[in-house]
């Protein structure tokens, strides 16, 4: 009732969405498997590789952990957008646009320049200018709702970091002084984590959520999130680079993704994604 009800939603384009992202994910991984290169970088700062699988593991074991707690979803789902198209549709061409024009830009500062401008700027200017449409409803205040996040975090954080999956540690904080080191990582846990979420997720995510559907968006939402990577852990081949980035930050977005869709809570998704950059540094002190 609530589909029918909601203006602007396209449940046919939705099931198209979806197909064609699991197609790209699943195909992507094929690709990599059948050239020789299911091996995917795991950081920008050098060229070493994990097996794609060693991030699905816990990614996937953690979106069955949400999807049973709460066994159902919440009543209130997806939020009311009035016209989500206004909102949406530059919103995911700022998202597109920051993964085409970061290539070609190079590093620092035009990294932090366009990222800032791009995920932080236009969405302003585009809430401004709309006056929003869209409010955040309330996170379900049940309990189920509440510390349900908790279980599908923990689970995603023991097999990420605690199991025989756990990626390389970094060795960057022995090579530093202690005042850097919390200076990068509070700064990269702004720029990178909670900017990142915020837009992708809670900006980006949702307003296509109210047109295609949870499922569909999420997929969209993951997929915009990882194409941005190409930038940082290219290689120069194209194909190959969006393959990797499709199997590697593209599964982990729909775990951050579902995480979002369900609890409508921000910090399971900003302990998630601070860990993944954070983690493996303090592991390595």
Known sequence: ??????????????????????????????????????????????????????????????IVAVRLVPPAASPAWPDRVAAPYREAVPLLVAGVVFATALPLLGGEPWYTLLKVTLLFGVPVLVFRLSRPTWRPSPAPGDAAHRY??????????????????ARPTSDYGRTVDTAVLVGT????????????????????????????????????????????HVGIQGTGRVGDDLASVAVNQGVTGLFLGYLWSRYRRMWPLLVVHGAINAVPVLLGL
């Open 148 to 165: 349900g996040p908790v279980l599908p975090v923990a689970v995603w954080f023991v097999l990420s970091y605690a199991t025989p999956l």
């Open 1 to 62: 009732m609530l589909a029918e009800a909601e203006p602007g939603r396209r449940p046919g384009a939705g099931r198209t969405v979806l197909l064609l992202g699991g197609i790209l994910i699943l195909g992507a991984a094929l690709w990599l498997v059948a050239t020789g290169q299911s091996g995917i970088r795991y950081t920008a700062d050098h060229d070493g590789t994990v097996p794609m699988w060693t991030g699905w593991v816990p990614a996937l074991v953690g």
């Open 185 to 228: 990582l509070v700064v990269a846990f702004l720029v990178n984590a909670l900017l990142e979420e915020v837009f992708y997720r809670r900006w980006l995510q949702t307003r296509w959520e109210s047109i295609l559907g949870r499922w569909p968006a999420i997929v969209l939402a993951s997929l915009c999130w990882a194409a941005w």
